[in-house]
């Protein structure tokens, strides 16, 4: 296993606050970088403390492009449930990011394969400098589901069950999320420089511990971050519980 920086956090407030002075001086050492962030519950203190901080004069926080994650497929441009709208309203427009600045997926392309290799195309001729990530409680990263190879690139997938019904409420109901979406792969994901991971709350502990502390397996797509460069994890003490003994 690689040196991994675990970073304990006390409360909501400094997961926010840390993590924002992570993401901060990273952008304050590395010129215009390629990095990715992911959607859900837990990066949201986080954004809200970047935006904040943005608004208050820190203006070098919007120097960086931005690649998306993952997407659901079949979404038109500008659905505000797509993944690209939801980053756009909690960090990518308070923080005035180019549209060209943006490298997102066409949810509703007409081939969808060509779409993928379109934004595979484009990882492979760049440098990820930091990948921002946080992971499901069944170890999906992005929508690389359990089995997913870790040779997996840039590929549309069917979302798993689990998935499905961790993201109902988004969604407002179990029939109404969609079954297929689009993910950066596994290989694209280990290729990044430098790795965030954030982790908030007790129904993260198992997987973080079926992560780092089992070997390293595809039935865990989490699990390719033993041997990650450069990666830290900010995370809470119920979090972090059962790998900081
Ligand atoms: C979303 C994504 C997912 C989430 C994961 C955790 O872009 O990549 O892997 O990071 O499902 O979601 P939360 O933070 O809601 O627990």
């Not at 926080?61 to 909690?90: I, M, P, Q, T």
Request: aromatic letters at 10%; glycine letters at 6%.
């Amino acid at each position: 296993m690689n040196n991994i920086n675990f970073v304990s956090v006390d409360n909501i407030d400094d997961f926010a606050v840390i993590s924002a002075d992570f993401f901060s001086d990273f952008l304050q050492k590395n010129d215009n970088p390629l990095v990715i962030l992911p959607t859900g519950f837990t990066p949201l203190p986080f954004y809200k403390e970047i935006v904040k901080r943005y608004k208050a004069g820190e203006k070098y926080l919007n120097k960086f492009k931005y690649l998306a994650l993952d997407e659901y497929v079949g979404l038109c441009d500008g659905d505000y449930r797509s993944f690209s709208s939801w980053l756009g309203r909690e960090i990518l427009d308070p923080l005035s990011i180019d549209i060209k600045d943006r490298i997102i997926f066409d949810s509703d392309a007409a081939d969808i394969d060509k779409e993928c290799k379109r934004i595979d195309d484009i990882v492979s001729s760049s440098v990820i400098n930091l990948a921002i990530i946080g992971i499901g409680e069944n170890g999906h990263v992005g929508f690389n589901e359990p089995k997913s190879s870790f040779s997996s690139r840039t590929r549309k997938v069917f979302l798993h069950e689990k998935t499905i019904k961790a993201n109902a409420e988004y969604w407002g109901g179990i029939d109404k999320v969609p079954k297929e979406a689009v993910t950066l792969g596994l290989a694209n994901l280990k290729n990044a420089k430098n790795t965030l991971l954030l982790v908030y709350g007790k129904k993260k502990a198992k997987i973080l511990k079926e992560s780092f502390c089992a070997p390293v397996s595809e039935d865990v797509p989490s699990s390719y971050l033993q041997n990650q460069p450069n990666l830290t994890v900010i995370g809470d003490e119920d979090a972090l519980a059962e790998i900081m003994i």
